[in-house]
């Protein structure tokens, strides 16, 4: 072997190397920062203070969630004065969605309630911001988004390019169709046709009794397409443009809320992935793995979240942008 390939091959290995101590430098940093924060994170939805004002904050991708809908029983059963429940959501699955909903509803039967959608509050999402009966949005927030959808992978293609049948044996031809291992077949197809439509009719039913809309306004609004927070007050799918002081005015006005009560943050016993100090260190374990795409996913919606949004399948209310490059 000549001198300048003992080098070449050197060079590789140095490289492999450098690989592995990267990726275990960043797995050790994971592990030590989920370590911390299992002991220094408060969990249960703690009170931060009953003289004040409750802020609660829904983000990311909604799924059902247990634990949430206990901590806003225990918040509905406090002496908080009143609550403001922040959304930055394009929603989730429609089950998920839905007992958001009505855990937000039974809130609102105990405690004041004001709704302020932030940077997005579309689909799954916006339904969460029907339990209250006021909803507040800035001006270049992104509402509505009223659909659903079914989606689900198909790999028939590339079971032949790689050789492989799936072979199965079931006791009816719509038991788990469509499954994406062969094409879905037509009576397959109008079965889901016949689900997405069924949850469609519940969510726009649902959006012409809480906004109190006539059929005419509602065709205007439910074909799946968000609006601007400027838009959405037009078509009274949000009451006010604003932000958290425009709430706490609402609250003071119509709820009689004391004025000069302080807004403390109630915790919704967040899982421990999604924490924004581990968001941020496994991001930086997928860009050392050259995995970037995955990282930036990762830091916008935590490592549950990017999961999630790897393999989201079944009934959903969300709305899913173009992913960008």
Not at 5 to 15: A, E, F, K, M, T
Request: charged share 25%; no cysteine.
């Amino acid at each position: 072997m000549s001198m300048e390939s003992d080098v070449i091959v050197d060079r590789r290995r140095l490289r492999r190397k450098l690989t592995f101590w990267r990726v275990a430098s960043a797995l050790i940093v994971i592990g030590a920062v989920v370590a911390v924060g299992a002991y220094a994170t408060p969990w249960g939805g703690k009170l931060t203070g009953a003289s004040a004002i409750q802020r609660v904050n829904i983000d990311g991708l909604i799924r059902s969630d247990q634990k949430r809908v206990e901590a806003l029983e225990r918040l509905g059963k406090s002496n908080a004065p009143a609550v403001i429940v922040h959304i930055n959501s394009p929603g989730g699955t429609t089950a998920g969605s839905e007992e958001l909903y009505d855990a937000l509803t039974r809130l609102k039967a105990k405690k004041p309630m004001v709704v302020v959608v932030e940077g997005l509050g579309a689909s799954g999402g916006y339904i969460a911001a029907l339990a209250s009966d006021h909803i507040v949005a800035q001006q270049t927030a992104l509402v509505g988004s009223i659909g659903v959808l079914f989606q689900y992978p198909n790999i028939t293609d590339l079971l032949k390019t790689v050789g492989v049948k799936v072979e199965e044996v079931k006791s009816s031809p719509l038991k788990a169709a469509p499954n994406g291992y062969e094409p879905t077949s037509p009576e397959a197809r109008a079965a889901i046709d016949a689900l997405v439509k069924d949850s469609y009719a519940w969510f726009r039913g649902l959006v012409q009794n809480r906004r109190g809309m006539d059929d005419a306004q509602l065709e205007k609004v439910a074909d799946g397409r968000v609006f601007t927070g400027r838009q959405a007050v037009d078509l009274k799918l949000v009451d006010q443009l604003g932000d958290e002081k425009a709430a706490i005015a609402w609250l003071v006005a119509e709820k009689k809320v004391a004025p000069d009560l302080p807004v403390r943050d109630f915790k919704l016993s967040p899982r421990l992935t999604d924490l924004t100090f581990i968001r941020t260190a496994a991001s930086v374990a997928f860009d050392a793995l050259g995995l970037s795409s995955i990282a930036r996913q990762v830091e916008q919606t935590g490592i549950v979240g990017a999961a999630d949004r790897l393999n989201l399948n079944g009934m959903l209310a969300l709305w899913q942008p173009a992913p960008s490059n």
